[in-house]
Nanobody, 115 residues
Framework: QVQLVESGGGLVQVGGSLRLSCAAPGSIFRVNSMGWFRQAPGQQRELVATITSGGYTNYADSVKGRFTISRDNVKNTVYLQMNSLKAEDTAVYYC?????????WGQGTQVTVSS
């Protein structure tokens, strides 16, 4: 079982910022892409951003220019810096990694953006 440990969610006002963190086992982190998904109430889970082991990034159109995904290969941690938050960013955010053994998810962290 691969354990992904998330932190950093919370309540923030529109226009504010939050940073999410996700720690993974080193053996997994070093060779696999990492990503963030989110799921709002009544909605399907959607991709937010991904980063490959080599540092290439991909973003959903809805977050481009506002969110930044990064990884620390010493701490085996992936981050999601979220700026200029909007009410529609409210969701549970999940860390994710696709490995040769299967797809793994974090427990989820709530992000609530209030107006």
């Amino acid at each position: 079982q691969v354990q992904l440990v998330e932190s950093g969610g919370g309540l923030v006002q529109v226009g504010g910022s939050l940073r999410l963190s996700c720690a993974a086992p080193g053996s997994i982190f070093r060779v696999n892409s990492m990503g963030w998904f989110r799921q709002a109430p009544g909605q399907q889970r959607e991709l937010v951003a991904t980063i490959t082991s080599g540092g290439y990034t991909n973003y959903a159109d809805s977050v481009k220019g506002r969110f930044t995904i990064s990884r620390d290969n010493v701490k085996n941690t992936v981050y999601l810096q979220m700026n200029s938050l909007k009410a529609e960013d409210t969701a549970v955010y999940y860390c994710h990694t696709p490995t040769s053994r299967g797809r793994y998810w974090g427990q989820g962290t709530q992000v609530t953006v209030s107006s």
